[in-house]
């Protein structure tokens, strides 16, 4: 959201049991949003939107969701902006 006017600027938050009973958080901006090139390498290890970014971040994340059995994925907000949402199946207390 570097390039969004500050007072532009949101970054929401969100954590909720889904229709799955998955934990699932949501990270949602209104920033500048990602383009359909970006989307399709965006997990992709080494590849990177900053100037200088190294391109392991997203991809790292994803790995470690994953071997918690969990999901990351991203998608478009409509107006404008991202949403990296992540689900982990719930913890059952013994």
Partial sequence: MHAT???ERILLIDA???????VEIRVTDRGPGISLTEEAQLFT???TTKPNGMGIGLAICRSIVEFHEGHLTFERVPGGGSAFVFTLPPVHAS
């Fill in 16 to 22: 909720r049991l889904n229709g799955e009973e998955r």
């Fill in 45 to 47: 290890p080494f590849f």
């Fill in 5 to 7: 006017h500050p007072a």
